[in-house]
Structure formats: C-alpha cells, structure tokens
Nanobody, 123 residues
Framework: QVQLVESGGGLVQAGGSLRLSCAAS????????MGWFRQATGKEREFVAG????????VNQNSVQGRFTISRDNAKNTVYLQMNSLKPEDTAVYYC????????????????WGQGTQVTVQG
C-alpha cells in the first residue's frame, strides 16, 4: 500500500514557476514508477510526466516539454514536478500517482493516487 500526498500548488502569474511535491508513505516507494497527471475543469485527466523507479528515465507530455521537469528522491520518498514558464492553460488539479510498471503514461496503469493540488495560472 502506498499513500500519496501532494503539495505546492497555488496561484501564480503567467511565466512564473511552481514546484509540486508528492510525499509517499510506505517502504516500497522506490520500487514504483511515478507520474504526474492533471485535470482541468470539464476536461479529461491527462498525463503530464513520468519517471522510472530509479529516476534514470523520464517522459513528458509534448505540451510541457522544456518547461516541466519531474524528479524523485527515493531517500525522502518524494517525487517533484518543477514547473517553469507557466501558462494559463496549465491551470488544473495536479495529481501524483504510483505504478508497478517500469513507466507508464496511461492513468489506468497507475495503482495509487493522491488527492491532488490545485494550480491556477493567471494570464
């Protein structure tokens, strides 16, 4: 069992930055691939970024490539999403999730989810 708690969301002006954190409970955190998803009002949940259990490989959605960076610290049981050059279209609830697979971009392949943190970007 893995429990996930996101933090770091908030209100930011376009062009600004935020760093989201996701703290995980459980001693097996390092054996899970981790991902960040987001869901804007009235839209489907979409994949943002993912990272393997070692942190050796990452994958990003095209629209955030070059702006968002996912990373993890297994010693702290935490995964991060550094978001730079934020745009109003990045406004959404951001969720972190854990997968038993090596890495995954599809929500159905994730086993555990956090409750989400709101990110609002004002243009």
């Amino acid at each position: 069992q893995v429990q996930l708690v996101e933090s770091g969301g908030g209100l930011v002006q376009a062009g600004g930055s935020l760093r989201l954190s996701c703290a995980a409970s459980g001693r097996t955190f390092s054996s899970y691939a981790m991902g960040w998803f987001r869901q804007a009002t009235g839209k489907e949940r979409e994949f943002v970024a993912g990272i393997t259990w070692t942190g050796g490989a990452t994958v990003n959605q095209n629209s955030v490539q070059g702006r968002f960076t996912i990373s993890r610290d297994n010693a702290k049981n935490t995964v991060y999403l550094q978001m730079n050059s934020l745009k109003p279209e990045d406004t959404a609830v951001y969720y972190c999730a854990a997968s038993r697979l090596a890495i995954a971009t599809v929500a159905d392949l994730y086993d555990y989810w956090g409750q989400g943190t709101q990110v609002t970007v004002q243009g």
